[in-house]
């Protein structure tokens, strides 16, 4: 069965420092990957997804990169952290072209406070 | 492009009363449309979704939704609410063109149930 796995579960960093948020996938093979954001009360934002290993799409203009070094690996960085970047970040996955039959699956998400 | 609009941040029902947690979404395409539970801190769990089958869509734990064309609408229903109903839902809607599929999210109902 497939399973997706994310951590850590929270995390408390200062402005200024380095972000390194990692997604995996375990039981598919190229899966489509996705990085949301929910801040409080503005729903959950899309943020890049990815097709395949090195292909990154980026949805809005921000202080995040992200990047695919493994089919089924899917990391979420920054340089510097502001405050605005706080928030709870959740990691999905979907089999391409399944997407409306299987419905998207969300890992369990890291709720980072930047302090 | 697609959205969805949640009516109401907040929805408060006794326990035992019917739930209805309305969305109604916009597409200049035919939409797939979806609901999602949220328990706090915790990831997302499909609960039901639209593909342009049936317009009544049963899913888990005992929810609902009707897509109705003429009124852009997708809203969810639960006939008896149930403590453990308490949650965030959200209404999402396939993102259409190119590059990888993806879920755009409307902001968010948090369902409180009162005893």
């Known amino acids: 069965s497939q399973t997706i796995h994310q951590w850590p579960a929270t995390l408390v960093q200062p402005v200024g420092s380095p972000l390194s948020l990692e997604c995996t996938v375990e039981?598919?093979?190229?899966?489509?990957l996705y990085w949301y954001r929910q801040a409080a009360g503005r729903g959950l934002q899309l943020l890049f997804y990815s097709v395949g290993i090195g292909q990154i799409s980026s949805e809005v203009p921000q202080n995040l990169s992200a990047s695919r070094p493994q089919d089924r690996q899917f990391i979420l960085s920054s340089k510097k952290l502001l405050l605005s970047d706080s928030g709870f970040y959740l990691c999905a996955w979907s089999i391409p072209g399944t997407g409306l039959v299987r419905g998207y699956t969300f890992g369990s998400g890291t709720r980072l406070t930047v302090v | 492009a697609q959205s969805v609009t949640q009516l109401g941040s907040h929805v408060s029902v006794s326990e035992g009363a019917l739930v209805l947690l309305r969305c109604n979404y916009s597409s200049s395409v035919p939409p797939y449309l979806f609901w999602y539970v949220q328990y706090p801190n915790q990831g997302l769990q499909l609960l039901l979704k639209y593909t342009s089958a049936a317009t009544l869509v049963k899913g888990i734990n005992g929810f609902e939704a009707e897509f109705k064309k003429s009124e852009t609408s997708f809203h969810l229903t639960k006939p008896s609410a149930h403590m453990s109903d308490a949650a965030e839902y959200f209404c999402?809607?396939?993102?259409?063109?190119?590059?990888?599929?993806?879920?755009?999210f409307g902001k968010g109902t948090h369902l409180i149930i009162q005893p």
């Open positions: 999402a809607v396939r993102r259409s063109g190119g590059g990888a599929d993806g879920l755009t």
């Open positions: 039981g598919t093979s190229n899966p489509n």
